[in-house]
């Protein structure tokens, strides 16, 4: 089973992983930044011209499940959007063509296919994830401090953007 009930199923396995995720937005819709920090100290981050704060958010999982694909995952989210797209609300839009309970195309349609895309895959692989809910916009670094961290650099990613700077930003981990 790819979706892990409880976070140590997947803490207590060899190579697993802690991310704390997070995007930003400098303006609801308008220039998007999405990041993640790993409890071994590496993070990602990156931008888009044009984006909500929900796709931040979604590209912070997308990239934490792509960079980290054959190791037991715990996702640290704020939002309960994300982990409902990630987790439950995924499987039963791809049994309705994609389509929400009021007939309508999802939102954010190609970055939720990922993510359905990359958790199958993970399933076939044998990789679980878990995803913890934390709260959101601490700034008290002993609470959640891994999302603590991605949100101040997504935060910062959405800055770039909107400066027109989209890259992505790599860090590998702290020996």
């Known amino acids: 089973m790819t979706l892990a009930r409880v ?3 997947v803490t207590g396995l060899a190579g697993a992983v802690i991310v704390g995720t ?16 790993c409890d071994d100290g590496s993070s990602a981050c990156g931008g888009l011209l044009e984006g909500t704060n929900n796709i931040g958010e979604l590209l912070a999982v997308v990239n934490a499940l792509r960079d980290f694909a054959d190791r037991p995952l ?3 989210a704020d939002s309960s959007y994300t982990i409902g797209c990630s987790t439950t609300w995924a499987a039963g839009w791809a049994r309705n063509g994609w389509k929400n309970s009021k007939k ?13 895309a990359l958790m199958q ?3 076939e ?19 959640w401090p891994l999302n603590v961290a991605a ?16 890259a992505e930003v790599r860090t590998t981990a702290r020996v």
């Not at 349609?109 to 990922?114: E, K, P």
């Not at 679980?128 to 700034?139: D, G, N, T």
């Not at 101040?152 to 909107?162: D, M, P, Q, T, V």
């Open 151 to 166: 949100d101040e650099l997504a935060g910062r990613a959405s800055a770039r953007a909107a400066r027109g700077d989209v």
């Open 74 to 76: 715990v996702i640290q």
């Open 104 to 116: 309508e195309v999802v939102a954010n349609l190609d970055i939720v296919q990922a993510i359905y």
């Open 121 to 123: 895959t993970r399933r």
């Open 22 to 37: 997070d995007g930003s937005c400098v303006t609801n819709p308008g220039p998007t930044g999405w990041a993640y920090v």
């Open 125 to 143: 692989d044998g990789a679980p994830v878990f995803f913890q809910k934390v709260k959101a916009h601490l700034v008290d670094l002993s609470v």
């Open 7 to 9: 976070d140590t199923d």
